[in-house]
């Protein structure tokens, strides 16, 4: 339950992001539509990640009910703030997905290296184990400081633990999901003009 709490908005982070390094030049006939809104398609491809993420939280649901009964874990009245960590995810996410997006038209090497990031992102981030049992306390801030660590962390504290996300995850939440759209929102406004032209 630990790991499925965790893994699930990893998976939706990591193959969002991957898979809109690609939505543009993919799509090379719509770009060059002049009234054609290039931030759509990186935004379609975290839409359609959100949908699998939501389609698959009624397994983890199901499986939380399954610990509950046995007394493994105690469900509370916390397992409703979920939607609200899905809103701040998907803006972080999207933020991330639209700068990618647009600077891998540019720079084409950028999927294989993300690749290779997210391989290492995996483990930085604490989905299989507890970020406060590290025992370096310099390395225990460096994975506080990774922007998916509060996400995942809080949504085991609502669903695995059954309590609200510390204050400092709740406010590292707001603020990478407001920095990512904003830098989003920066970078594909510098790039859009040249995207027709370079894919």
């Given at each position: 339950m630990f790991l499925f709490a965790g893994i699930l908005p990893w998976t939706f982070f990591s193959a969002a992001?991957?898979?809109?390094t690609s939505s543009i030049s993919s799509n090379a006939g719509l770009i060059k539509k002049v009234m054609f809104p290039a931030e759509a398609l990186p935004l379609v491809t975290v839409a359609s990640h959100l949908v699998h993420f939501i389609l698959a939280m009624p397994v983890l649901l199901l499986a939380t009910l399954g610990f509950a009964l046995h007394g493994d874990i105690t469900i509370t009245m916390t397992i409703l703030l979920v939607p609200v960590l899905m809103i701040l995810q998907t803006l972080f996410v999207a933020g991330i997905a639209m700068?990618?997006?647009s600077a891998s038209v540019l720079f084409r090497d950028l999927r294989d290296i993300l690749t290779n990031l997210m391989q290492l992102g995996f483990f930085v981030t604490p989905i299989l184990y507890l970020v406060d049992r590290v025992q370096s306390r310099p390395l225990r801030a460096l994975l506080r400081l990774n922007p998916?660590?509060?996400?995942?962390?809080?949504?085991?504290?609502v669903l695995f633990f059954g309590h609200l996300p510390g204050i400092w995850d709740a406010l590292l939440m707001l603020a990478y999901a407001l920095a990512s759209m904003a830098m989003g929102v920066i970078v594909f406004g510098?790039?859009?003009?040249?995207?027709?032209?370079?894919?």
């Open positions: 992001v991957l898979e809109s700068t990618v997006s998916m660590t509060p996400f995942v962390v809080s949504y085991q504290d510098r790039l859009r003009d040249t995207l027709a032209e370079a894919i």
